[in-house]
């Protein structure tokens, strides 16, 4: 057989891949790989084919060539922990401690605004925020969550959402008895409609959830496959009065529930002692660190060192708006890296690469998605993002760690890519429409602040 009759359709009509990303610096972000100089990526039927020296192949018909020759290519961003639609409340309560922040400005301002609409632009402009700045995977809870779906479908993004749970009449669910039948139904309808969103619950915390609830959701999330998301001793006061209530700390209160395990992702831990640190590491649990919330509502800071040296799983994430005041990714690793140094007067506390890992094959590990995103490899989906490095203040690049970790914000991403699909390009959003989203939400912000 000659080669022709091997390749029938012959060599040189090989359609060759969809895309092809041409760097520029390539990071991976596999464990033990360094930065690879001129280097491109390609990408066919959603997933990555192949990581090539640059000019491999000279792009054929239908293939598309996005080439970066100052740029930085890395895995997107996953944002660990999110509520999306609180966009609506960036900087509408701020420079007040939790409990105060909740209870005065939050919970009663979400009874009067949100609505499946309301939500849905927020959510909407959160994409549109999450898609501008790099990140391509975010884990979700808050209500009307079939908003947030809906927004991430149309945006192109990646997604664990997950229905909000509280003892309390929450927005769409004004009597919490049914709560829970609401989250049940809600990954009822949502579960195994999407290949890139997936359906989940969230409870709010210990203290705003029963025994009772905090088990029946996990017993839900269970018969669906899904994770459980959970704020997890986020404040000092959240432990005392659990133990003023219960006589335990939270991670043996819910220990002794058991909902630990490798599907729970908790939020925050940032009072944690070493004994329930040692409990989450048996246990499986998944931790996000949300440094700029916990710095901005005065809640303190979580021992992620320690929590990795342990050999915890610790994603990053943004929190909601309201508590940020943003969903940049980028400001959040600075945040978290100087954070860590700060707190332990140590500057090899938390180096750049741990906290992008974090941000990326620590991200997809929360979701238990390590070998289909986080990494650049191939096989892996094709979530991409570059980072134009062509500007002042990431020149000159020693070291591409450090630019992204400690130079770079959101607004330095040019491309992002999702499942093979670009969703922006050279800055310009090709699947949202901006100058609407941020019309709409100005008018139902106008009407917030009109009370
Ligand atoms: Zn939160």
């Not at 391509?136 to 993004?157: K, N, P, S």
């Not at 620590?362 to 490899?377: F, N």
Request: proline share 6%; with cysteine.
């Amino acid at each position: 057989l000659s080669e022709e009759h091997t390749h029938p359709t012959g060599p040189h009509d090989d359609p060759g891949p969809d895309l092809i990303i041409r760097g520029g610096v390539v990071l991976t972000m596999a464990p033990g790989e360094d930065p690879m100089e001129e280097a491109e990526i390609w990408v066919a039927d959603g997933r990555i084919s192949g990581i090539h020296p640059s000019g491999t192949r000279r792009p054929g018909g239908r293939t598309e060539l996005i080439a970066v020759p100052e740029g930085i290519i890395l895995p997107g961003l996953i944002n660990g922990h999110c509520h999306s639609a609180m966009t609506l409340f960036r900087g509408y309560a701020d420079d007040l401690p939790l409990r105060r922040w909740l209870a005065e400005r939050i919970f009663p301002a979400e009874a009067r605004f949100l609505s499946p609409d309301t939500v849905y632009w927020g959510s909407m402009l959160a994409c549109l925020e999450m898609t501008a700045s790099g990140t391509t995977t975010f884990l979700d809870g808050y209500f009307f969550e079939g908003e947030t779906i809906r927004a991430a479908e149309q945006a192109g993004l990646r997604a664990l959402a997950a229905q909000g749970i509280i003892d309390f009449p929450a927005p769409g669910i004004p009597d919490p008895a049914g709560n829970l039948s609401a989250g049940r139904m809600f990954l009822e309808e949502w579960h195994g409609r999407s290949g890139r969103i997936a359906p989940g619950l969230f409870c709010h915390s210990s203290l705003t959830c029963s025994e009772r609830t905090v088990q029946a959701a996990k017993e839900i999330s269970m018969a669906f496959g899904a994770p459980l998301q959970i704020h997890l001793s986020e404040t000092r006061g959240e432990v005392t009065e659990l133990l003023r209530k219960t006589g335990k700390r939270p991670v043996h209160y819910l220990d002794e529930l058991g909902m630990l395990d490798e599907s729970l992702i908790a939020a925050h831990a940032v009072h944690v002692d070493a004994a329930e640190m040692e409990v989450l590491r048996t246990r499986g649990v998944k931790v996000v660190h949300l440094p700029e919330s916990n710095m901005k509502l005065g809640s303190g800071i979580a021992a992620v060192p320690r929590m990795l040296d342990l050999g915890l799983t610790v994603g990053l994430g943004t929190d909601g708006c309201s508590s940020n005041n943003d969903l940049d990714m980028f400001r959040e690793m600075d945040t978290a890296a100087k954070l860590a140094k700060v707190s332990s007067l140590d500057p090899q506390g938390l180096k750049a690469r741990t906290v992008l890992e974090m941000a990326t094959v620590k991200g997809a590990a929360l979701l238990g998605l390590q070998d289909e995103i986080g990494t650049l490899e191939p096989g892996k989906r094709a979530d991409i993002i570059v980072v134009g490095a062509d500007v002042p203040h990431l020149c000159p690049m020693h070291d591409p760690f450090s630019a992204l970790v400690y130079a770079a914000d959101g607004a330095d991403v040019t491309h992002v890519i999702v499942d093979g699909r670009v969703l922006l390009r050279d800055r310009r959003f090709l699947t949202l429409d901006e100058d609407r989203i941020m019309a709409r939400v100005r008018e139902i912000a106008a009407t917030i602040r009109g009370g």
